[in-house]
């Protein structure tokens, strides 16, 4: 999730834990620097060692001479954000350290600030609640990512135009339970509480379920009563498996860019009341790194905006249901938008 932690499926562990064994490995140069907290414990970055040609973007190398660090959070859709941003800054001309897949919310944030890193992809919902304190969403996206840049510019970090890619929370139903209860909406899941009490049992992960933002304060905005002995607490991934299945739950919790949604055929009912944040994905770059390299914004802006929900719930899938390396997927992705050579 784009908060503190987040629940890893066994796929999705055994992709990072490939990226962080290959991070792990004795680097053929030893990289002097900053450790930051990864899963390899207190270590150093790796270089990234691509030979990339500019594509869209990069040309006449405008980062020649940058050295640059990129990093992320350590689930799936965070790392490979990571990798894109730094084939983006290698294509672009800077050496790139990579430093993705860092445990927690606060410590790649932190890396940022600091400047430890140089830069991530970030969330916007997450910096307005979980790191600013806020808790109440802005309902609209642009109105958002504003507030965020506005505050944030007071830590020492600036946001650059967010994408549209909205990793925000979402309840799914299998399509038997669709056409069984007729519910599209969080307005009709709300009714069938109603009538149905016992129908609107929920698969949830721990945090969800006891979070403002998450199962508790939906319930409240809908106007729905569900007792804790319906509510079934597991880890993300087998989130996914058993609303698919439809045994232990009639209604999941999962985020709206993960490529399980579509491989499962799981159906999003609407939040027609709007009460979810939005987590739109947007570069979140060191002032100071920015000021030394302005040419930071140019570089990453037609990246950022080709990102889209479409485009994460096929990457994300990528790795979570194909088992491929996000590098790899980052790369591909890429390429094949035209960004690089």
Known sequence: MRGLTRGVSATRTRAAG?????????????????????GCGLVSGSPMTDSLRPGKIGKGKPLKGAE????????????????????????????????????????????????????????????????LGHTKPIVDPHKQWEAV???????????LPPSSLD????????????KKYDVHTLSDMAKLEKEDPSAVTVC?????????????????????????????????????????AGTSCNFGEVFMTDGR???????LLEDDRKFFP????????????????PQIREVLAPVTKKLD??????????????????????????KEEGFIG
């Open 18 to 38: 490939a990226r962080r064994a290959r991070r792990c490995a004795p680097p053929a140069l030893a990289l002097a620097g900053a450790l930051t907290l990864s």
């Open 309 to 334: 929900n479409d485009v994460a719930q096929e990457l994300n899938a990528r790795v979570d249901v194909d088992g491929e390396d996000p590098h790899t997927v980052a790369l591909d992705w890429m």
């Open 167 to 178: 990793n925000t929370y979402a309840i799914a139903v299998n399509e038997q339970v669709q």
């Open 261 to 267: 949604i579509k491989a499962l055929d799981l159906k």
């Open 149 to 159: 840049r506005d505050e944030d510019a007071r830590e020492g970090l600036t946001w």
């Open 278 to 293: 939005n987590y739109n994905a947007a570069p979140e770059i060191n002032t100071a790194t920015l000021k030394r390299y």
């Open 68 to 131: 640059l660090t990129v990093t992320s959070k350590e689930f799936t859709e965070q790392i490979v954000l990571g990798q894109i941003m730094g084939i983006a800054f290698k294509a672009a001309g800077a050496e790139v350290v990579d430093r993705t897949s860092i445990q927690g919310s606060i410590g790649a944030r932190e890396a940022v600030r600091s400047g430890t890193a140089d830069g991530m992809y970030e969330y916007t919902g997450t910096s307005w609640i979980t790191y």
């Open 204 to 244: 949830s992960e721990n945090e969800f379920a006891s979070r403002e933002d998450g199962l508790r304060g939906m319930a409240r905005a809908y106007g729905m009563k569900i007792p804790s002995s319906q509510v079934s607490k597991m880890s993300g991934g087998v989130v996914y498996t058993q609303t698919a």
